[in-house]
């Protein structure tokens, strides 16, 4: 059923582009969660509410009291935090009028999913959708697998070696090359930035081609996020993601936050058993909707 002219007005009432005035309030709503609102925490505690810093708006919705209750990160992504329904339709509402400028919407599996039944007919139709992503995090090293000692952060000089496996994972997992529209160039920047700030980890082989790897994506005080997991094609079935994994979560335990998440497409059964193997359990679930 969609929302009365008097519903629209109070919801978009309710929403607003958060400012710097509100970076407390905000960041309060963030730490609620901090295992699933790792990827927008790690933005707005690096940088605030600035859109231009933070690469989009961040909307708030607030309760009839005026308290912040809810965020909405519109950038390159659309990704809800701690929405309810009333929220939902507020954001819903504000991203049908404002019309779509991002690339996906990522988030918890319940108002996501609310979300996009709000926005598919006028932002329809998705290149695709994955409806449950299973949420795993862990808080101890792996007890069953042993670390891989081949397994060490990416070096500035070896971001050009690392890049194909980058691409080729980003393929597999989004259907999509990243070098496709700028040719590549804001994706290339991210896998620099990933490696000059030692959150990039590889195995090498003998001959320099990799042989496993994964960053760390997200990172705040309270949680990290593993991302970009991927292992060579010939040399899978040998147990690399697995020690790879263990030796990722071991350093992120020890240097970066006390807990280590990730997310994954609940048909890659393979990949769910390797996290499970390490450690890693399920604590909820995200949904992805691909444009």
């Known amino acids: 059923m969609l929302p009365g002219p008097f519903q ?9 582009v958060l400012d710097a005035s509100d970076l407390d309030d905000a960041l309060d709503v963030l730490r609620r969660d901090p295992v699933a609102n790792a990827f927008v925490a790690t933005r707005v505690e690096a940088v605030g509410l600035d859109p231009w810093r933070l690469g989009g708006e961040l ?7 005026g308290r912040l209750e809810s965020l909405c990160y519109a950038g390159a992504n659309l990704v809800l935090v701690d929405a309810g329904p009333e929220a939902v339709h507020a954001f819903a509402e504000r991203a049908r009028r404002q019309g779509r400028r991002c690339s996906s919407i990522v988030g918890p599996s319940g108002p996501t999913a609310a979300l996009w039944a709000l926005l598919e007919r006028s932002w329809g139709p998705a290149r ?8 795993m995090a862990t808080t101890t090293p792996s007890a069953e697998v042993a670390p ?13 070696a690392v890049m194909p496996a980058c691409v080729a994972m980003f393929t597999e997992e989004v259907g999509i090359s990243p070098l496709a529209g700028d040719g590549g160039l804001l994706y290339q920047a991210r896998v620099a930035e990933l490696v000059s700030a ?15 790897k994964a ?9 990290c996020q593993i ?23 071991a350093t992120a335990l020890a240097e970066v936050a ?6 994954v497409n609940d048909f890659n059964l393979r990949a769910r058993a390797a996290y499970r193997r390490v450690g890693f359990r399920e604590v909820g679930a995200f949904m992805s909707v691909l444009f």
């Open 258 to 263: 006390p807990v280590v998440s990730l997310y």
């Open 215 to 223: 960053e760390i994506g997200a990172v705040t005080a309270g949680a």
């Open 198 to 212: 030692g959150r990039s980890f590889a195995r090498f082989g003998d001959d320099g081609e990799v042989v496993f």
């Open 8 to 16: 629209v007005a109070r919801a978009l009432a309710a929403t607003r």
């Open 148 to 160: 891989d000692p081949l397994v060490r952060r990416v070096r500035r000089n070896e971001v050009e």
């Open 59 to 65: 909307w708030g919705w607030h309760d009839e009291d």
């Open 128 to 135: 695709d959708v994955r409806a449950h992503q299973p949420l």
């Open 227 to 249: 991302q970009g997991v991927w292992v060579a094609p010939e040399h899978r079935g040998r147990g690399f993601s697995e020690s790879g994994m263990a030796a990722v979560l």
